[in-house]
């Protein structure tokens, strides 16, 4: 499976026709054809190209979210 | 724009503009939603559809309600409804609540209307999770709009079998928590 470094993340972050990847612990997720991640973010506050694994824990849903997108690779620790 | 309402918030430590965009999307997903129900509401009919209708109805509405209680906020916050309606669809919060491919298929029509209503809850949950003691107006509407779709989602749920939900149906008047944004 890919590794993708941080920099390598930030790269996917959905805007102007950029795929939209997200981490979360460790995985990343292939985001873009969902409609709530529009442009690389959603609900306003999140951001595709981000490690989102700290932010999932407030958020009004959990990982199985998360877990119906395409793993596409890992995140270098 | 209230001037001073919009310094509040700002003073509160939270980003207005992040706020109004939240609001905005929200109400488009409102709309969209009292639009795509109408359409869910004309096909529940039948022995099953029949007893689903009237809570569509009431859930229907209500959303129309949500809508109309948002958008004063996002003017008093400085923001603006988008010009184009096409534009505010596409900006929905949710996604579209679209008629099943058979339209005949009354569970497929609930699990949409379902999924309707929690992509709602979570949405609300989110705002009064932001606002919670920053932005007090905000989150008294949002919470007043989470609880109303709180009892959408529970009704759709029964139907679907997924188990008592210990609500009961409307009676009297529709928007119990967001009528007092109406008046």
């Known amino acids: 499976m890919k590794e993708f470094t941080k920099e390598e ?21 292939d985001v873009t054809d969902s409609f ?42 | 724009m209230a001037k001073v309402t919009r310094e509040m918030v700002e003073k509160a430590g939270l980003n207005v503009d992040e706020i109004i965009e939240l609001l905005v999307k929200n109400a ?25 209708k009237e809570i ?6 209500e959303d129309r309600n949500h809508f109309e209680a948002i958008v004063p906020r996002i ?13 505010f669809h596409d900006v929905s919060a949710c996604p579209p609540a679209a008629l099943p491919k058979d339209p005949t298929d009354v569970m497929a029509i609930l699990k949409v209307l379902v999924e309707a209503e929690r992509c709602a ?31 959408h989602e529970s009704w759709f749920s029964e139907f679907l079998g997924e188990g008592p939900s210990g609500h009961f149906l409307r009676r009297g008047e529709t928007s119990p928590f967001v009528g007092k944004f109406l008046k």
Request: net charge negative.
């Open chain 1, 9 to 29: 993340l930030k790269e996917h972050d959905g805007r102007e026709g950029r795929k939209a990847y997200v981490a979360c612990d460790g995985f990343i997720y």
């Open chain 1, 36 to 77: 709530l991640w529009k442009d690389g973010k959603h609900q306003v506050t999140h951001h595709a190209g981000e490690d989102l694994t700290n932010e999932l824990d407030e958020a009004p849903h959990g990982i199985d979210f998360l877990k119906r997108f395409p793993v596409v690779g890992r995140l270098k620790k």
């Open chain 2, 28 to 52: 488009g997903a409102e709309l969209t939603t009292y639009y795509y129900y109408t359409i869910l509401r004309a096909n529940l009919i039948g022995l099953q559809g029949e007893g689903i």
């Open chain 2, 56 to 61: 569509a109805e009431t859930a229907r509405i």
């Open chain 2, 75 to 87: 003017y008093e916050l400085g923001g603006k409804l988008p010009e184009h309606m096409k534009d």
């Open chain 2, 121 to 151: 809850v979570r949405g609300y949950t989110h705002i009064c999770n932001i606002t919670a003691g920053k932005d007090h107006r905000t989150y008294d509407l949002a919470l007043s709009i989470l609880n109303e779709e709180i009892e």
